[in-house]
């Protein structure tokens, strides 16, 4: 449930860098700007992409070994939801390919970049629940469900701290 809180929250959060917004440098148009931005933005899902690919690759391989039978209920519902945040975490971090496609030379570029920035935002919070889960899993398997939920939880707090925390102080900083 707080992982689609936070989806929702990102498709309107003003919080949520808007790259539009940004001032195009000197002499630049708002064309070649929105074709900069995107270019950014695209390079940055690369980056993403191969790490939800080696997530997907390890969930989908895990159901094939002969220690998945040994899975509690408790277990599988992780390994379940692991697999099924990594899924959308796929489908929205590949999302601006289809949607680019769609839209190419319709005179709708600047939807499309401010879309595709909030797919990859909430397609990176999709990421990071599903890697969080499948720690869970992991620990707890390897640990016991108590040690497991609060590595898991600091693992929670690592991730956002880096990934939306520290950059969002940062941006704020800026703006001051």
């Not at 000197?26 to 950014?40: F, K, N, P, Q, V």
């Not at 945040?85 to 496609?101: D, V």
């Not at 990934?163 to 940062?170: G, I, K, L």
């Amino acid at each position: 449930m707080a992982v689609a809180e936070t989806i929702a929250e990102v498709s309107t959060d003003e919080s949520v860098p808007d790259p539009v917004s940004a001032q195009p440098s000197s002499g630049e148009i708002h064309r070649a700007h929105l074709d900069r931005e995107y270019a950014e933005l695209l390079q940055e899902i690369r980056v993403a992409q191969t790490g939800v690919q080696m997530l997907m690759a390890f969930l989908l391989a895990m159901a094939f070994t002969p220690r998945f039978e040994a899975l509690g209920t408790f277990q599988r519902g992780l390994y379940l939801t692991a697999l099924l945040l990594a899924a959308g975490a796929t489908a929205m971090l590949i999302a601006p390919a289809p949607i680019h496609r769609l839209l190419l030379n319709r005179g709708l570029r600047e939807e499309l970049v401010k879309l595709a920035s909030r797919l990859a935002v909430a397609g990176l919070t999709l990421l990071m629940a599903s890697i969080v889960t499948a720690l869970l899993l992991i620990f707890d398997v390897v640990l016991g469900r108590g040690t497991a939920s609060v590595l898991a939880a600091l693992t929670l707090a690592w991730f956002a701290a880096w990934w939306y925390v520290f950059p969002m102080r940062s941006r704020s900083r800026a703006r001051r």
